[in-house]
């Protein structure tokens, strides 16, 4: 997907009083991105330019004169060509922090102070758009488990797979046609058969969480009584995959363990084509394609798609036995005051040694495990080996140093994390205060109240709480008066270039500036060269993380960097 601009292409639609101080303040800022802007004073005026401009973004003042701004959101939202459009809220320095929480459950996506720096100003209406554009992690994941059986059909499967692929249309999302046939053409696909079918695709929505329905996961009969599954809305094509072998193994279970004869060819949209009679004609190609083998089988319609994907899966199912394989390692990053040059913390880094592909990056299993929901399991982990390596070095004679573990989306959101924490601190005997935990402004803004919540438990510990990657996200900067953080950790992104790039230099100063007024501590991600550490320490930036003074390295090597007592 290409990344989204701004320039004269982009319509932003800009809701607020020609004299008020958010207009005032924005105006500058929006001639620097180069958007078309059209400007409206009240939420009448908004809703009729919003039907008739079809805006790409969309601004309003918090602090309209009739006090409508919330409600704006909110029928902005009701609108179905406004479920995406990114929705930012204009505010002063001084803004409530009710009024954010308000706008925030409206469907505000983003919270601007209208007198910011205008590069800043700039990479926040286009991470608006690039969260509009790549929505990934959509409603499946948020749907409840069904307590209905899957639907029994009357439309044709033709009629099924267009309506799931319509769905899908302007998103990143697939659409998963399999068929199923026996090894032999002689076999009835009789009621009991159909019953195996059945049972087996509601066991599989129940494991994921998926919704039966017209979008979701249906089965049909095709035009020769075959069975079609319809899968729609899938953010993934492996799930496809994977929905495919529960089948076979919840139909082979049925029948007395028999696993041959039972073939399925998948096809998926828009790869294998967007209209449902190629889908399915592309799904019975692999289907006799995965009955030629003689054993039975899945087979995607793509052969190259069929070996990245078992790939995938059988990747998936090496990381589950990972951590009891002892396969997992944790390095360790120092973290160095910008000043002094001396050691402050560390950063624990997974590292996953596979015994027969060597080091796999984490680049590539991290967001594996963060879709597989592994990642629950690996981060426990990781927190107790980083948490007992750390009480190991004070134990031998050296200076504590704070310890930073990073927390994934699903570990914050995790009810018991609380506990977790604290009993990872009893048995590793390590006191909260050397303990920090990371988390990114993304994952901060998805439940505003209990997130607050969450923070204020962990720093009630003791523990140091810091934002990981600020800047990439979405989060307004007016809600950091709100959370108990101690520092700021300015992605690398903006440091790689710091000192070529305008934007990039204007955004580290901007967070910079902001970490100083809030009182917090900032530290620069991805420091690799001298002009950029002198640039950070011009712009009196408290520490540095990078290859500058050191990879992650294995606990063994970390030794040379403490300072004995």
Aim: with cysteine; net charge negative.
């Amino acid at each position: 997907m290409n990344r989204p601009t701004l320039d004269a292409t982009t319509r932003l639609l800009l809701v607020a009083a020609p004299d008020a101080p958010a207009a005032r303040g924005i105006a500058r800022s929006l001639e620097e991105t180069g958007c078309r802007v059209q400007a409206v004073e009240d939420s009448r005026a908004a809703l009729d330019a919003f039907r008739h401009a079809a805006p790409d973004l969309v601004l309003i003042d918090l602090a309209l004169a009739d006090g409508s701004a919330v409600d704006l959101c909110r029928a902005l939202r009701a609108r179905p060509e406004g479920r995406r459009t990114p929705i930012l809220m204009l505010h002063a320095a001084d803004g409530s922090a009710a009024d954010f929480a308000e706008a925030c459950l409206a469907g505000a996506t983003e919270f601007l102070e209208a007198t910011g720096a205008g590069a800043l100003i700039g990479h926040r209406l286009r991470t608006a758009l690039e969260l509009a554009a790549d929505p990934g992690g959509g409603d499946v994941a948020r749907a409840p488990s069904p307590a209905q059986p899957l639907p029994h059909d009357t439309e044709s499967v033709q009629e099924v797979v267009f309506s799931a692929i319509d769905r899908t249309r302007g998103t990143d999302r697939h659409v998963a046609v399999l068929l199923v046939l026996l090894g032999d053409d002689e076999v009835e696909l009789d009621e009991s058969f159909e019953a195996h079918l059945q049972n087996a695709l509601q066991a599989y929505v129940d494991r994921e969480r998926l919704t039966p329905g017209r979008a979701r996961v249906r089965l049909c009969r095709d035009d020769e009584g075959r069975f079609v599954i319809v899968a729609g809305d899938l953010t993934r094509i492996h799930d496809a995959a994977k929905l495919g072998r529960a089948v076979q193994d919840h139909v082979a279970d049925a029948r007395g363990g028999d696993r041959s004869g039972l073939c399925i060819g998948v096809a998926t949209s828009p790869e294998d084509g967007k209209d449902a009679n190629a889908l399915l004609s592309a799904a019975e190609v692999a289907a006799r394609r995965a009955r030629e083998d003689g054993t039975g089988g899945l087979q995607f319609r793509n052969s190259s798609t069929n070996q990245w994907v078992f790939e995938r899966l059988t990747l998936e199912r090496s990381l589950e036995q990972a951590v009891e394989n002892g396969e997992l390692r944790v390095f360790y990053q120092p973290k160095v005051d910008i000043q002094s040059r001396q050691v402050v913390g560390m950063e624990a880094l997974v590292r996953w040694q596979h015994p027969e592909l060597g080091m796999v990056s984490p680049a590539q299993f991290i967001p594996l495990a963060e879709e597989s929901g592994q990642i629950v399991q690996i981060g426990q982990w990781v927190l107790e080996e980083a948490c007992r390596q750390c009480q190991a070095w004070i134990d031998e004679g050296y200076e504590p140093v704070r310890m930073a573990v990073n927390l994934s989306p699903m570990q914050f959101r995790q009810p018991d994390l609380l506990q977790v924490v604290r009993d990872t601190l009893r048995r590793t005997k390590l006191d909260p205060r050397h303990l920090e935990l990371e988390v990114t402004e993304s994952m901060l803004m998805q439940d505003l109240h209990q997130t607050i919540d969450t923070l204020r438990q962990l720093k009630d510990e003791g523990i140091y709480l810091s934002i990981d990657d600020f800047g990439t996200g979405y989060s307004s900067l007016s809600y950091l008066k709100g959370f108990p953080i101690d520092a700021l950790k300015i992605d690398r992104s903006f440091v790689r270039e710091i000192t070529q790039n305008s934007d990039d230099a204007a955004i580290a100063t901007s967070i910079i500036l902001l970490g100083q007024n809030l009182n917090l501590k900032v530290i620069a991600e991805g420091v690799e060269t001298e002009s950029q550490l002198s640039f950070l320490r011009i712009l009196q930036c408290d520490e540095i993380q990078g290859y500058l003074f050191s990879p992650p390295v294995p606990a063994e090597d970390v030794e040379t960097f403490l300072d004995r007592r």
